[in-house]
């Protein structure tokens, strides 16, 4: 009996703006826990938040250059999650109305092949906080540094059916969007994290079989 792996992918990518997606707030990397945080990123009473003009343009961006289609109506939803990082209860993502959707990223194999993945979607949404274990002595604390990050995560139909197929992938859209200038793609800075579903299904049928989630893939080499 032969198997075949199927395979989706979900990369989240953060924008570069300078501010946050619906605050003012810094976005720079590795500055003193709690400092880049403010009351629209922790959800306070009263506090509204104003749309990051840049980060809808980077999606844009992104969108035309794999040829998707833009959403004339954009729609933003609350993803509702307890978490220790989330002090708000939920993060402000897209599900309904995607900014974009509806394309084929054409990745470039290593027999000179073009192998076309289908998207899904790309949306706009904003990044969680990140717990910290290394501070404390057996405590661990909470960084909302990261918090309302432009996040732009781009997901894949099932058209993996190998781990080289999918590090070619990873590999051509880091040079797309760093070419574009919309990230910096630095995956040890948790600029670029990648979610892996994959299931096994018997080969010659289409159903898919159970599904398990990867989370938070940063490198290439797995």
């Keep these: 009996m032969n198997w075949e792996i199927v395979m989706g992918l979900e990369v989240h990518l953060q924008l570069a703006t300078q501010s946050k997606i619906f605050s003012g707030s810094a976005t720079q990397f ?19 938040p104003v749309l990051n003009e840049e980060a809808v343009r980077h999606a844009v961006k992104f969108g035309l250059g794999i040829g998707a289609k833009i959403g004339e109506r954009s729609v933003f939803d609350r993803k509702n999650y307890f978490y220790p990082d989330l002090p708000k209860g939920y993060q402000v993502s ?9 394309g084929v990223f054409e990745v470039p194999m290593a027999d000179g092949s073009l192998l076309p993945i289908r998207i ?14 290394d501070i404390f002595p057996r405590e661990t604390g909470i ?18 059916r190998t781990a080289e197929q999918a590090v070619a992938y990873l590999k051509a ?28 299904r018997k080969q010659g049928t289409d159903a898919l079989g159970t599904r398990t989630e990867i989370k938070n893939v940063n490198s290439f080499r797995f």
Excluded at 94 to 102: D, G, S, Y
């Design 30 to 48: 590795g500055a003193e826990p709690n400092c880049q945080a403010d009351p629209v990123d922790l959800g306070m009473p009263g506090m509204l």
């Design 94 to 102: 897209q599900f309904f109305a995607p900014i974009v959707c509806e």
């Design 120 to 133: 899904t979607r790309a949306h706009l949404e904003e990044d969680a906080g990140k717990s910290v274990h």
């Design 143 to 160: 960084d909302l540094n990261r918090a309302g990050t432009p996040l732009l995560e781009i997901v894949t139909e099932p058209d993996f």
């Design 173 to 200: 859209l880091h040079s797309l969007v760093t070419y574009l200038g919309i990230s910096d793609g630095n995956m040890a800075e948790g600029s670029m994290r990648c979610d892996i579903n994959i299931s096994l």
